[in-house]
Nanobody, 125 residues
Framework: VQLQASGGGLVQAGGSLKLSCTVS????????MGWFRQAPGKEREFVAA????????TYGGSMKGRFTISKDNAKNTVYLQMNSLEPEDTAVYYC???????????????????WGQGTQVTVSS
């Protein structure tokens, strides 16, 4: 599976951005698509994940209520809508793919086998 993330950029605090992750290659109904982020000098952090089939979602703690993950199976694309952005959201955002994950495993980056190249999100104060 190949992943291509896009949509990052510079935005003022309080603004919004929508990231896209285009998926190519063979995916199945048991796939889980995730978004992670990594700020300079920090460990990679779980943002959100969604099941390719059924659309069940889960979110990292600080993103609940501000970020929304969604998908368009026909376009093979996963989205991350980010609202009320804060300077602390500044990071490189990565999309990733995994197979057959239970909910409790979705936040662990080690469970994801395929990764996109990342897209930079910068939030100015």
């Amino acid at each position: 599976v190949q992943l291509q993330a896009s949509g990052g950029g510079l935005v003022q605090a309080g603004g919004s951005l929508k990231l896209s992750c285009t998926v190519s290659g063979r995916t199945g109904s048991d796939y889980v698509m995730g978004w992670f982020r990594q700020a300079p000098g920090k460990e990679r952090e779980f943002v959100a994940a969604i099941r390719w089939s059924g659309g069940g979602t889960t979110y990292g703690g600080s993103m609940k209520g501000r970020f929304t993950i969604s998908k368009d199976n026909a376009k093979n694309t996963v989205y991350l809508q980010m609202n009320s952005l804060e300077p602390e959201d500044t990071a490189v955002y990565y999309c990733a793919a995994a197979q057959r994950l239970i909910v409790s495993a979705m936040s662990n980056e080690r469970n994801y086998a395929d990764w996109g190249q990342g897209t930079q999100v910068t939030v100015s104060s």
